[in-house]
C-alpha cells in the first residue's frame, strides 16, 4: 500500500524549531517531487515548499523562506522539513504530499482543496502547536 507518513509534529514556544519528517513507502519515491502543506483552524490547506525528485531543487513559499528549510534522503525515502524561527502563525497540522513539482509550487499561491487537487498521494498529517 502506498502512503506518506509524517512525523515530528509537537508543541514548541515561538523562536524555537521543530524538525517534520516525511516518510514514503509503497510507490517509487524519486518518481515524484514532495511538498509540504499545512492546514490552520477553519482554513483550506495551503502548500510552502517542495523539492525536485529529479535535481533536488528546493522552492519556499514567501511565508517560510528563510526560516524553513525542507531536504530528502532518498536512501531513506524521507523528506524533512526543519522549521526555525517559529511565530504561532506557524500552528497548523503540516502535510506532506508527492505529485507534480508544478502543482506543488502552484499550491503556493492561493489555498486549495486536497480532495480534488491532483497530488497522488498525502500523509494524514502532524500537528505543530507554537505558544505564544
Known amino acids: 500500500e502506498a502512503q506518506l507518513v509524517e512525523s515530528g509534529g509537537g508543541l514548541v514556544q515561538a523562536g524555537g524549531s521543530l524538525r517534520l519528517s516525511c516518510v514514503a513507502s509503497?510507490?517509487?519515491?524519486?518518481?515524484?517531487?514532495i511538498g509540504w502543506f499545512r492546514q490552520a483552524p477553519g482554513k483550506e490547506r495551503e502548500g510552502f515548499s517542495c523539492?525536485?525528485?529529479?535535481?533536488?531543487?528546493?522552492y519556499y513559499a514567501d511565508s517560510v523562506k528563510g526560516r524553513f528549510t525542507i531536504s530528502s534522503d532518498n536512501a531513506k525515502n524521507t523528506v524533512y522539513l526543519q522549521m526555525n524561527s517559529l511565530k504561532p502563525e506557524d500552528t497548523a497540522v503540516y502535510y506532506c504530499?508527492?505529485?507534480?513539482?508544478?502543482?506543488?509550487?502552484?499550491?503556493?499561491?492561493?489555498?486549495?482543496?486536497?480532495?480534488?487537487?491532483?497530488?497522488?498521494?498525502w500523509g494524514k498529517g502532524t500537528l505543530v502547536t507554537v505558544s505564544s
Open positions: 509503497g510507490f517509487s519515491f524519486g518518481d515524484y517531487a
Open positions: 523539492i525536485s525528485s529529479s535535481d533536488g531543487s528546493t
Open positions: 504530499a508527492a505529485g507534480p513539482l508544478l502543482l506543488l509550487r502552484l499550491s503556493f499561491l492561493k489555498p486549495v482543496d486536497h480532495r480534488y487537487y491532483g497530488m497522488d498521494y
